[in-house]
């Protein structure tokens, strides 16, 4: 689960689905399809995208939060994806690994850093 930084909607993976929910009225504003179940989700420090990732994967996919449209995949070197955040200006975003191992992505341009 992660809450949008203003606290006006919601996003909750599942099994197949990320599905984005209205804070003040409670009704769904959107479902993003994503395989295989989402294990971590961040929201961008703005709001405006989004960032999931599952354990039976090694992808974090990213969406706009706007058009509910997918920015980018981004494939981690290591093992299955268990952990994505997101630094506090947004400039980059960690994904943790079942192995142990951390993957560091630049957002403005989605290239990996470390």
Do not use: F, K
Request: with cysteine.
């Amino acid at each position: 689960m992660a809450i949008a930084p203003d606290g006006t909607w919601l996003a909750a993976g599942g099994p197949a689905t990320v599905r984005i929910w209205n804070a003040t009225t409670w009704q769904e504003q959107g479902i993003i399809t994503y395989n295989l179940g989402v294990d971590a989700m961040a929201v961008a420090p703005d709001g405006t995208w989004l960032a999931a990732g599952g354990a039976r994967r090694r992808t974090v996919r990213i969406w706009d939060t706007a058009t509910l449209q997918e920015r980018a995949a981004l494939t981690s070197p290591g093992a299955e994806v268990s952990a994505v955040a997101i630094a506090p200006d947004g400039r980059w975003l960690a994904v943790g690994c079942r192995d142990g191992t951390v993957w560091i992505w630049n957002t403005s341009t989605w290239h990996q850093q470390a």
